[in-house]
């Protein structure tokens, strides 16, 4: 059954199944000035027009506990191991009743910050572009905001289509990418190092 969600809400989708196997660990879990990866990105980009769906799967107990007192939607992806990130966003998508937009991240952005999602949902409302994508000196990052009239797309995702690059390859004249100053929307964290080598640059 579909999880309890308004039409005029937003969906915040946040990717937290993976296993993080070139980091060694949960990656999810590792602190990062005293807050762990996961919970700043939800803590973050939680705004009050938006319904926060978290996506688990690999340790997902010690996830959902380490999330305890934040108001979050859990969704549990059961193909995590052999989906890919294409799954988790199906599994995401289709617990939730249809919102007006979804916004999609990976879980290990840990310097995303609120000022960021609220821009992308400005935008958004300012231009009704079907696919809104924040960039830094050209390069698109994340979140990835989709409208509505996208959802079916999202329910079909496949990694064999190249996932959510295979919508924007479709729909290329509906994507609206801006500017937004910072590269913050780039830094993802794949290996420990990344957190001394990849640092923010605001503009």
């Not at 990105?41 to 027009?49: G, P, W």
């Not at 007192?69 to 289709?94: D, R």
């Not at 989709?146 to 996932?163: I, P, S, Y």
């Amino acid at each position: 059954m579909a999880l309890n969600i308004a039409e005029s809400e937003f969906a915040f989708i946040v990717l937290a199944a993976g296993e993080s196997t070139r980091f060694g660990e949960n990656k999810l879990l590792y602190k990062v000035n005293n807050s762990s990866i996961i919970r700043r990105v939800v803590e973050e980009c939680s705004l009050e027009n938006f319904k926060t769906v978290v996506v688990v799967g690999h340790e997902k107990e010690l996830i959902m506990k380490e999330l305890e007192g934040l108001n979050v939607l859990f969704v549990i992806n059961p193909e995590y191991k052999t989906g890919g990130m294409s799954s988790s966003i199906k599994a995401g998508v289709s617990n939730i009743r249809p919102s007006k937009a979804y916004l999609i991240t990976p879980g290990d952005m840990p310097y995303l910050q609120s000022w960021i999602c609220k821009k992308i949902i400005d935008v958004y409302a300012s231009s009704k572009a079907k696919i809104v994508i924040p960039s830094f000196e050209g390069k698109g990052g994340h979140p990835i905001l989709f409208d509505a009239t996208l959802r079916e797309e999202l329910l079909t995702v496949n990694e064999e289509t190249k996932g959510l690059k295979g919508i924007l390859r479709r729909h290329e004249n509906d994507v609206l990418k801006f500017e937004i100053g910072t590269s913050r929307i780039l830094i993802d964290i794949d290996y420990k190092s990344d957190l001394d080598t990849r640092k923010p640059i605001d503009k």
